[in-house]
């Protein structure tokens, strides 16, 4: 069954460095996402990203995030300053289309930790 | 604002046994997600339930949704150890995939 794949799966990075987050979606999907979740915490919305463009940000998604479909194939997130409370397990989503009856497909996830 | 509440949080039982993990939402919405993790692991999608009345089954696990009381259940039938992992619902807000999860719920089935 095709997956959609995350790296690193675990990512240690010093306050203030920029951090890129990668993944790959399943290949006929056009709608990306990212999520996170910090330790003990609930799964939140990130950010949603359709033909090339944000579709939809949460409050978290503030200017040090951004996104990027560099190529046909993987979908980035970008951490510019990180920031002790940005550690947190993101997870990386796609899906074919949106709407009525659409499945998500998450990845396994990369673990950033912010020293 | 959209809350997600699940309970119990932690569920522990025995094998065989039959339980139920609720789902509770404060607005409206017409749709609802239950995903397994198991540790370490991805969100794996296990339903999507779409009306009110909405029932849908696989193997051992049931889910329903009641659109006016904005309640979720999922159902555990003659539980197996193979079933331990961390529950999640999710309702998506906008209809654009923006889920709001619930906390979790853990279920460890001892044998």
């Known amino acids: 069954e095709p997956e959609v794949t995350q790296t690193p799966s675990h990512q240690v990075t010093q306050m203030g460095q920029e951090v890129i987050l990668r993944c790959v979606p399943i290949?006929?999907?056009?709608?990306f996402y990212w999520y996170r979740q910090i330790l003990g915490q609930k799964v939140e919305f990130l950010v949603s990203?359709?033909?090339?463009?944000?579709?939809?940000k949460s409050e978290i998604f503030d200017d040090q995030f951004s996104v990027e479909r560099p190529d046909g194939s993987n979908f980035t997130l970008k951490i510019r300053s990180t920031k002790l409370e940005d550690s947190a397990m993101y997870f990386c989503?796609?899906?074919?289309?949106?709407?009525?009856?659409?499945?998500?497909?998450f990845g396994s996830g990369t673990q950033l930790s912010v020293l | 604002e959209l809350k997600v509440e699940q309970n119990p949080l932690f569920l522990s039982m025995q094998e065989g046994k039959n339980y139920t993990i609720y789902c509770n939402y404060s607005?409206?919405?017409?749709?609802l997600y239950w995903y397994r993790q198991d540790p370490g692991k991805s969100l794996e999608s296990l339903f999507v339930?779409?009306?009110?009345?909405a029932v849908k089954q696989e193997g051992r696990l049931m889910a329903s949704l009641d659109t006016k009381a904005r309640l979720s259940t999922l159902h555990i039938t003659a539980a197996v150890h193979d079933l331990s992992a961390t529950y999640f619902c999710a309702v998506d807000k906008s209809n654009g995939n923006k889920l709001v999860f619930g906390a979790g719920t853990i279920l460890r089935v001892k044998s």
């Open positions: 290949s006929n999907h056009l709608y």
């Open positions: 607005t409206t919405s017409d749709r």
């Open positions: 339930l779409l009306s009110n009345g």
């Open positions: 989503a796609s899906s074919q289309r949106q709407g009525l009856a659409e499945k998500l497909f």
């Open positions: 990203f359709y033909n090339n463009e944000i579709s939809e």
